[in-house]
Structure formats: structure tokens, C-alpha cells
């Protein structure tokens, strides 16, 4: 049974997350697959780049967040998934050995309307590094039940 | 050299990459690294959820366009980078074996006013799964240098 509901957050919520370490392997190995680009693949390739070293994909970080929101939030919370992402800001590298923290907050939380087993809680994330520097924010709807909701009813398919 | 600068890219542009096909095996190991949500990683589970069967990551959609448009496009452009994401919606699943078409267009493109070396070019992306149905849109706004800058310098830490 999930521990967090939608009546759980409002906008006095706010959590925080970490440290996550990353490695010069994970950046490499994600960007083989997702983002070949030379400022994430190569560390002397990247020197001439405007990030001016080796630095993640900004889709790897979104990916590193996503997980360190999963383990610590999403996975015991009766989440019925998210309609998109609002907006994302890269605002600097996330570059090898960087520790990741995450700051959580919530901008609006309603009902929904049309159905009222569930409700829409807006977050905004914040991702720090070691020294305290903000190297991202992203701002992300999440649709989440009641939790005086009928479960097995509301969560077949819509 | 790059092929594509920042003069290639007006509001009359536009592309389709693809097809990609998705197995299942990549959906659920993505998941199990960056999103280890029940419906991403198991059918059983993912039956009972409010995507009524195993479903990627939209995050994982995000990662294979961000490849997609890589191989296609930004490894033989000028790009300079993102400064974020505007807007990402996932209006659909997507399924194992499902294959996938990228389709982009341009919805804004302008110099840069502070510095002539390099412009602003808005994206918007929309993939497509095999059955032609829309399951992912995003608005990502690309930095790209002009065609006559000086690549060596421009390309220098900002």
C-alpha cells in the first residue's frame, strides 16, 4: 500500500534528497547510448567546447533526478504517472565525481474536477552539486490519488 | 566541420527520422537504471496500472529522440547546446516493438542580440509511434553558431 497521497502534498511540502555520487563511467556510458556528443564523450574533445570539459547530457541528469524521485518518493506514493515535464533548465555541467542533491517543493496542488479520485501536484526540483552550485530545475505535474479513493477501480485504465 | 549552422534553421524547416524500433528488453532496462516504476518494468504489474500493460519510461522516450536527433542532426550541426527544455508531453504509451518516427519543425529561430557569433533556434519535436499516433511532443530551445563566425574563439567558455 503506498504511504503518499495526493492529500499529502500542498504547498508547504518540501523535501530534500541525497547525495547521489557520479561517475566519469556513468556519464561516458550514458552518452554512448543517448547523447553522442563530444563534450559528454571525451574528456579533450570537451575542452574546446563551450562546457570547456567533460561534462553529463542534460538528459542524464532529468534521468539521474528521475531515479533519486523514485527511490525516495514515487515508489511509495500512489502515483498515477505524469502527463509531461512543464519546463527543464540546464544551468550548469554536471561534471565526473559531482555529488547530486535534490531539493523538492511543491508550486500548486488541486483536486481534479472531473474526477474526484485523484488530484494534480505540481513540483518544482531543484539539483545541487557538491558545492552547493544549482545545475538544473525542472518543473513537473504528477497526477496522484486520494486516499480515500477506491483503489482497484480508479486505477483501471482510464 | 559541421554541415548545419544557424542560418539552416528557419520556420519553413522541417525533418522525419526514423523508423527506431524499441524492444521490450531496452524498456525494462532502462527503467530498472532510471525509473524502476512498476509499469516500467513489469507486464504483470504493469496491467494493473493506468497504462493497462508495460509501458517505457517517458523519460526513456526523451532518451531515444535526444539519439535519434543526435545521429541525424545535431552531430553535423554548429550546436552550442541547450539551455533547457520548454515543454515535454506524453500524450500516449509506448510499447515494446513499438517503432518510432521523429518529426521536427521550427517555431521560432533568431539571432543572438548580444552576441553576433551564434542565434537561437526553437524546436519542436513530435514522435510518432508505427501505427502513425502521436505519443510524444517537446518544445527545446538550441543555441547554434552562424555561419560566418569564428569557430575557434566563439567555441571558447562563455
Request: glycine content about 8%; hydrophobic content about 40%; charged content about 25%.
Given at each position: 500500500?503506498?504511504?503518499?497521497?495526493?492529500?499529502?502534498?500542498?504547498?508547504?511540502?518540501?523535501?530534500?534528497?541525497?547525495?547521489?555520487?557520479?561517475?566519469?563511467?556513468?556519464?561516458?556510458?550514458?552518452?554512448?547510448?543517448?547523447?553522442?556528443?563530444?563534450?559528454?564523450?571525451?574528456?579533450?574533445?570537451?575542452?574546446?567546447?563551450?562546457?570547456?570539459?567533460?561534462?553529463?547530457?542534460?538528459?542524464?541528469?532529468?534521468?539521474?533526478?528521475?531515479?533519486?524521485?523514485?527511490?525516495?518518493?514515487?515508489?511509495?506514493?500512489?502515483?498515477?504517472?505524469?502527463?509531461?515535464?512543464?519546463?527543464?533548465?540546464?544551468?550548469?555541467?554536471?561534471?565526473?565525481?559531482?555529488?547530486?542533491?535534490?531539493?523538492?517543493?511543491v508550486t500548486n496542488a488541486?483536486?481534479?474536477?472531473?474526477?474526484?479520485?485523484?488530484?494534480?501536484?505540481?513540483?518544482?526540483?531543484?539539483?545541487?552539486?557538491?558545492?552547493?552550485?544549482?545545475?538544473?530545475?525542472?518543473?513537473?505535474?504528477?497526477?496522484?490519488?486520494?486516499?480515500?479513493?477506491?483503489?482497484?477501480?480508479?486505477?483501471?485504465?482510464?
Open positions: 500500500m503506498p504511504k503518499y497521497y495526493f492529500e499529502d502534498f500542498s504547498v508547504d511540502w518540501t523535501a530534500e534528497y541525497g547525495p547521489r555520487r557520479v561517475t566519469r563511467e556513468e556519464i561516458i556510458g550514458f552518452a554512448a547510448q543517448y547523447d553522442p556528443q563530444p563534450m559528454h564523450l571525451d574528456e579533450e574533445a570537451a575542452r574546446h567546447t563551450m562546457l570547456g570539459g567533460l561534462a553529463a547530457s542534460g538528459w542524464h541528469t532529468c534521468c539521474i533526478m528521475m531515479r533519486i524521485i523514485a527511490d525516495n518518493l514515487l515508489l511509495d506514493a500512489a502515483s498515477m504517472g505524469a502527463p509531461g515535464i512543464d519546463e527543464v533548465k540546464w544551468l550548469r555541467p554536471l561534471r565526473p565525481g559531482d555529488s547530486l542533491t535534490v531539493r523538492g517543493s488541486r483536486a481534479s474536477q472531473s474526477r474526484p479520485d485523484r488530484g494534480f501536484v505540481t513540483f518544482f526540483w531543484e539539483v545541487f552539486n557538491a558545492r552547493g552550485e544549482r545545475i538544473m530545475t525542472l518543473t513537473c505535474p504528477q497526477m496522484l490519488l486520494r486516499r480515500d479513493a477506491d483503489l482497484p477501480a480508479s486505477r483501471a485504465p482510464a
